[in-house]
C-alpha cells in the first residue's frame, strides 16, 4: 500500500481521534443509527481524554454520513478541532466503529479496510464493439465504449465464391474492431491506472481483443469465463480481484522469506521484531512494512519523540539521544509513522494468513529494508 496519502497526518502533532465508522448497514433506520453512533463516539473520545472541540469535529463529520451513507465505512482523523483525513473505506471494520485517542494515528488497519483493492476495468465485447466499466470495493461505473464498424458481421454458410468474399470482408470487420477496442482499452487502462483488465465475451471475440492489447498489460488481462450479465460474472470479477491482492502480498511475503539471509558484506534484506525495526526505522531503511493484523508485536509499547525518526524501544534512549518530550506509542503506530515520512510502503498479510503457517515475522511485524 503506498502510504504517501497520510503524510497531512504527520506534518502536525498530536495526539489524535482515529475513528473507523462502519456504514455498511443500509436500511430505513441508517440516517438515525448514524446519529447514534456519532454520539457514542464523541462520549468515547471524550472519556479517553479528547478536547472538547475534537469530539465536536468526529461528531460532526460522522454526522454528515446521514445524507449519503458511504458503502462499507469511512475513517476519520481529528486534532485539535479539526478533521485533517477522512479517507473512504474499501471494507467495513470487521469489529463495527472504532474510536482511538493517542498521541499517534491508528492507520494501521487502513492496510486492511482501504488498501488493497484491486481497481478492474471489465470489457464487455461482441463484434460490434464493447462497454468499459471500472470496478473496485466501492461499486461500479461506466468507463466509456467503443463502436466498431457495424457491417458486415454474421457469416453464412454458402460455399461459392461471391460469399466467401462477403465471409473475408467479415473477418476484417471483426479484426478492425478487436483492434480498435485493444487500443482504447489500453487508453482506459492508462488513464485509470487500473490493476486489472477483465475480458467478457464470446471466447474468440475475447481472445481477438487480447491478442491484440500491448505486451505491457499481459499481466493485467484475465478472460472472464461466464457471460454478459451472469451473476456468476460479479461473483468471478470479485473473485479474479481477491486473487490479485493474495498474489501480490504471497510475493511480498516470499521476498521477505529469502532477503532473512544475509548477502556477502553480512547484510540483511529484511528484519523482524520490533528492536530491529526501530533501529532500521531510526536509520531510515524501512522499504515496506509487512503486518499480520494479530500479531502481538504491533500493540507492543515503544516511545516516540516528536520527530518521526525519534522511536526507542526504551525511554532512556530517547533522552540518550537528546529528546526532551517523549511519549508512549504502540509499535505499529511508531513504525507507520516512520514509514510514510520516508516513503516506505507497508502491507497487511490478513489475505495469505490461512496458507502460510508459522513463517510470518515474529511477532507479527517485519520489514523490507534499504541501504542506499
Known amino acids: 500500500m503506498d502510504l504517501a496519502f497520510l503524510n497531512p497526518l504527520y506534518e502536525q502533532s498530536g495526539p489524535w481521534a482515529s475513528v473507523y465508522v462502519d456504514t455498511s448497514q443500509h436500511a430505513e433506520d441508517t440516517p438515525h443509527e448514524l446519529h447514534l453512533t456519532a454520539q457514542a463516539t464523541a462520549r468515547d473520545l471524550k472519556e479517553q481524554g479528547a478536547d472538547d472541540a ?54 494501521a488497519p487502513l492496510l486492511d479496510l482501504a488498501g488493497e483493492d484491486p481497481v478492474a476495468i471489465v470489457a464487455y465485447i461482441d463484434r460490434r464493439g464493447a462497454d468499459f466499466e471500472l470496478r473496485s470495493a466501492l461499486g461500479r461505473q461506466k468507463a466509456g465504449a467503443v463502436v466498431g464498424r457495424q457491417h458486415p458481421i454474421h457469416r453464412t454458410s454458402s460455399a461459392d ?102 548477502d556477502d558484506e553480512g547484510r540483511a534484506g529484511a528484519a523482524e521484531g520490533v528492536p530491529a525495526l526501530v533501529e532500521a526505522a531510526r536509520e531510515h531503511r524501512l522499504q515496506e512494512l509487512l503486518l499480520r493484523p494479530d500479531g502481538p508485536d504491533l500493540h507492543r509499547e515503544v516511545w516516540i519523540g516528536e520527530d518521526p525518526d525519534q522511536v526507542a524501544v526504551r525511554r532512556t534512549e530517547l533522552q540518550v539521544l537528546g529528546e526532551q518530550n517523549s511519549w508512549s506509542a504502540r509499535a505499529d503506530d511508531a513504525l507507520l509513522r516512520s514509514a510514510v515520512v520516508t516513503d516506505a510502503a507497508a502491507l497487511s498479510l490478513a489475505p495469505v494468513l490461512e496458507g502460510t503457517g508459522d513463517d510470518t515475522p515474529a511477532g507479527g511485524l517485519g520489514a523490507l529494508l534499504r541501504w542506499k
Do not use: M, Y
Not at 82 to 93: K, R, T, W
Open 54 to 107: 475534537t469530539c465536536r469535529a468526529v461528531e460532526e463529520a460522522i454526522e454528515a454520513l446521514r445524507h449519503s451513507p458511504d458503502p462499507h465505512g469511512r475513517a476519520v482523523f481529528a486534532r485539535s478541532g479539526e478533521v485533517v483525513l477522512d479517507p473512504l473505506l474499501a471494507a467495513p471494520p470487521p469489529q463495527g466503529s472504532l474510536a482511538v485517542w493517542a498521541p499517534l494515528p491508528r492507520v
Open 161 to 262: 465464391w461471391s460469399e466467401r468474399h462477403f465471409q473475408l470482408k467479415v473477418e476484417n470487420t471483426w479484426e478492425h474492431n478487436a483492434a480498435e477496442i485493444a487500443d482504447a482499452l489500453a487508453v482506459c487502462q492508462d488513464e485509470t491506472r487500473a490493476d486489472l483488465l477483465i475480458l467478457v465475451g464470446d471466447d474468440r471475440e475475447r481472445r481477438e481483443v487480447h491478442d491484440r492489447l500491448p505486451k505491457r498489460l499481459e499481466e493485467r488481462v484475465v478472460e472472464a469465463s461466464h457471460g454478459t450479465g451472469s451473476r456468476l460474472l460479479d461473483t468471478e470479477v470479485e473473485q479474479v480481484r481477491a486473487e490479485r491482492v493474495r498474489s501480490r502480498v504471497a510475493a511480498e511475503l516470499d521476498r521477505f522469506r529469502a532477503s532473512r539471509t544475509p
